[in-house]
């Protein structure tokens, strides 16, 4: 079964630090890249960063130089560490397992999704 649990959401002021986190099953870490996406109201979910499984990242122009990914194989989790927050950085966090393409250096998403954790960015 494929299970993947976010954790570390919350309140942070604009300027602030959130590190997320999302454990996963050794059965996703051994086969998928991981990727997070997030969604704000009223918007359509979008890519903020994605990892393959050979340490090749994909960010979104938005949080470049802001948000970095990264995985612990051995704790079987992907982490996205959020620095020099916006308040446009608001919105639904998910973790997801994907594929990665070498070729265009594209993410697509895969059907596994965690439950999300809210980010709110505020002063």
């Known amino acids: 079964q494929v299970l993947l649990v976010e954790s570390g959401g919350g309140l942070a002021q604009p300027g602030g630090s959130l590190r997320l986190s999302c454990a996963a099953s050794a059965y996703v870490f051994s086969i998928y890249a991981m990727g997070w996406y997030r969604q704000a109201p009223g918007k359509q979910r979008e890519l903020v960063a994605a990892?393959?499984?050979?340490?090749?990242?994909i960010d979104a122009d938005s949080v470049k130089g802001r948000f970095t990914i990264s995985r612990d194989d051995a704790a079987n989790t992907v982490y996205l560490q959020m620095n020099n927050l916006k308040p446009e950085d608001t919105a639904v966090y998910y973790c997801?397992?994907?594929?990665?393409?070498?070729?265009?250096?594209?993410?697509?998403?895969?059907?596994?999704w965690g439950q999300g954790t809210q980010v709110t960015v505020s002063s």
């Open positions: 990892l393959s499984r050979g340490g090749v990242t």
């Open positions: 997801n397992a994907g594929t990665y393409y070498s070729g265009s250096g594209t993410y697509r998403p895969g059907d596994y």
